[in-house]
């Protein structure tokens, strides 16, 4: 089985704060996504990784940044946490190809920035 | 922008009645199309992934997909209160790198 794995379940950060949210996969696999879901908002991509130390800017990706040293591994940075930044924090990965195949999530972050 | 619509919701359906779940997409070049449901709280898990037009089934699950026309539906036979939940649509493919764009979700509610 695939797993995806969140270092925290829950989080809370005071404003101001640098905040790191950690994401390994045990697949191998190439592509390694960052979301962000909020209420009637869905699911935005904030950076995703198709390689090692190589990323790409998604939809929101203001106010955050990644990095990606080893193939297993994706963090989400938080530079300096805000209070519109409180929200459940998805990662996921997938395999490359010829096709795209299925995205796996992790079990989610709810971090919450006061 | 890639964009994925869904029927908004909230549906409701009685035990036992088949509920069916719509989505379109905007990018004609989009070749792998996703179901995902995801509980209160919880993280989405995949339920049907279908790549080439004509209905696939999975138990009680059948994903359609139909390209000409940029949709992609699923139908939950004999509904039950555990499938109760937000239903992701989502949609990807080589040719936008890989990315995934996915719709806001559907929310079902199964009534016993």
């Known amino acids: 089985d695939v797993k995806v794995t969140q270092s925290s379940r829950y989080l809370v950060k005071r404003t101001g704060e640098k905040v790191f949210l950690e994401c390994v996969q045990d697949?191998?696999?190439?592509?390694m996504f960052w979301y962000r879901q909020d209420p009637g908002l869905g699911l935005r991509l904030i950076y995703f990784?198709?390689?090692?130390?190589?990323?790409e800017k998604g939809d929101i990706p203001e106010g955050y940044s990644v990095s990606r040293e080893k193939k297993e591994r994706f963090s989400l940075i938080l530079e300096s946490a805000s209070t519109n930044q409180t929200s459940m924090y998805l990662c996921?990965?997938?395999?490359?190809?010829?096709?795209?195949?299925?995205?796996?999530f992790g079990q989610g972050t709810r971090l919450t920035v006061v | 922008q890639k964009e994925v619509e869904q029927n908004s919701g909230p549906l409701s359906v009685p035990e036992g009645a088949i509920a069916s779940l719509n989505c379109t997409y905007s990018?004609?070049?989009?070749?792998?199309f996703f179901w995902y449901r995801q509980y209160s709280g919880k993280s989405p898990e995949l339920i049907m992934s279908i790549y080439s037009n004509g209905d696939k089934e999975d138990g009680r699950f059948t994903a359609q997909l139909n390209k000409a026309s940029q949709y992609v539906s699923l139908l939950i036979r004999d509904s039950q209160p555990s499938d109760s939940a937000t239903y992701l649509c989502?949609?990807?493919?080589?040719?936008?790198?890989?990315?995934?764009?996915f719709g806001t979700g559907t929310s079902l509610t199964v009534i016993p």
């Open positions: 990018d004609r070049g989009s070749q792998s």
């Open positions: 697949m191998d696999h190439e592509n």
């Open positions: 990784s198709y390689d090692v130390k190589m990323k």
């Open positions: 989502a949609v990807a493919g080589v040719n936008t790198g890989n990315q995934f764009y």
């Open positions: 996921a990965s997938s395999l490359s190809g010829l096709g795209v195949t299925e995205a796996f």
